[in-house]
Each structure stands twice: as C-alpha cells, then as structure tokens.
C-alpha cells in the first residue's frame, strides 16, 4: 500500500498558527479588527498586516487520491496600527484575493489525471505554481492599490475579486476531493 501525506503552508508555517489562531475563509464571516492579535513590527511604514495562508493536505493510499486546500487567516501573524473600516475592508481583500487562489488550487485539483503513480513532487509542483501566481497577485493588489491610498483602485480591486469568488464558487470549501484511478 501506497500512502502519502503532506501538509504545505503558502506563508511560513509559524508554531503557533494552530486551529486556535486560525479562522479558515467563510464567505458568511468577514474580519474584525479584534482577529489582528499579532504585535505590530517595529519600525515598519504599514498600518496593518494580513498573515494568510492556504494549507493543502493529501493523501495517495492504493488508487485514491484525496486532497484538502484551505485558506485561513493567522490571528497571531496578523496585527494593525488602525482601526480605520477601510483599511480593513484592503485587508479583507487580502485574505479574499487568497481564498481566490485556493478555489483555483481546488479546481486544479480537481482537473488533475490521477495515476496510481503519481509523485509528490508533481502535487507539490502545482500547489507551488497556484502559490506563485498567488503571490505575484496579492503584489500587485498593493502595487496597484498603493496599500489602499489610491481609492479608485481599491474598489476596483474589491469588484474584481468579488467578482473572480463568485465564478469560482463551485471550488469553495466542501468535502476533500477524492479520485480513483
């Protein structure tokens, strides 16, 4: 019997990024400013900072293949200097713009040709492509945004991935993928 498991953080896993200080992406729950509970980082020009992450977990036993992907926000990697409602509603785009990345991770998945001798670095190779694409974009969304300064482009920003949630709802969170061959 085959059997593999693994769990890749897009964010540096931290020790105690823990199910606790975890709040997995809801599309019923936004963010408070009473979830930012990290402590500031001294010196740094930011007002604030959304530490996401997206988890991905498999398994290969014999000729299944089953996948979980979820996007969560780190309580205690995520801290602000503001309670300013729209600077959160630019941090909330942060952690939506990730959930965007994990439904696509979802879909990917689920697209995937199963073979019974499918290696963890071709699992590893597409969670690692959706997580650079990822990033290149949550770059950009402040590049563009200037961290929230330029209002026009955050609200565009908000309708585009509002938009981008909704036409990949059939990807958001629900029971873990599973194939056989």
Same mark, same amino acid.
């Given at each position: 019997?085959?059997?593999?498991?693994?769990?890749?953080?897009?964010?540096?896993?931290?020790?105690?990024?823990?199910?606790?200080?975890?709040? /997995?992406?809801?599309?019923?729950? =936004? =963010?408070?400013?009473?979830? #930012?509970?990290?402590?500031?980082?001294?010196?740094?020009?930011?007002?604030?900072?959304?530490?996401?992450?997206?988890?991905?977990? %498999?398994?290969?036993?014999?000729?299944?293949?089953?996948?979980?992907?979820?996007? /969560? #926000?780190?309580?205690?990697?995520?801290?602000?200097?503001?309670?300013? =409602? %729209? &600077?959160? !509603?630019?941090?909330?785009?942060? #952690?939506?713009?990730?959930?965007?990345?994990? !439904?696509?991770?979802?879909?990917?998945?689920?697209? %995937?040709?199963?073979?019974?001798?499918?290696?963890?670095?071709?699992?590893?190779?597409?969670?690692?492509? &959706?997580?650079?694409?990822?990033?290149?974009?949550?770059? !950009? /969304?402040?590049?563009?945004?200037?961290?929230?300064?330029?209002?026009?482009?955050?609200?565009?920003?908000?309708?585009?991935?509002?938009?981008?949630?909704?036409? =990949?709802?059939?990807?958001?969170?629900?029971?873990?993928?599973?194939?056989?061959?």
């Amino acid at each position: 019997m085959r059997y593999i498991l693994i769990l890749l953080l897009f964010m540096a896993f931290k020790p105690e990024a823990n199910n606790e200080t975890r709040i /997995y992406w809801n599309h019923n729950s =936004l =963010l408070s400013w009473s979830d #930012f509970q990290g402590k500031p980082e001294e010196g740094s020009d930011f007002s604030s900072i959304t530490d996401w992450g997206i988890s991905f977990q %498999y398994t290969i036993i014999e000729n299944e293949f089953n996948a979980d992907v979820k996007c /969560y #926000f780190n309580k205690n990697g995520s801290w602000t200097k503001t309670n300013s =409602l %729209y &600077v959160l !509603r630019h941090e909330q785009c942060h #952690f939506d713009l990730a959930e965007v990345y994990a !439904r696509k991770l979802r879909q990917e998945l689920e697209g %995937y040709s199963f073979r019974h001798n499918a290696s963890e670095q071709e699992l590893d190779a597409i969670y690692k492509r &959706v997580a650079g694409e990822c990033t290149a974009e949550e770059n !950009r /969304y402040d590049a563009e945004t200037k961290h929230s300064l330029d209002t026009q482009k955050q609200k565009e920003w908000e309708a585009s991935v509002s938009a981008q949630l909704k036409s =990949l709802d059939n990807y958001k969170l629900k029971a873990s993928y599973v194939k056989s061959n």
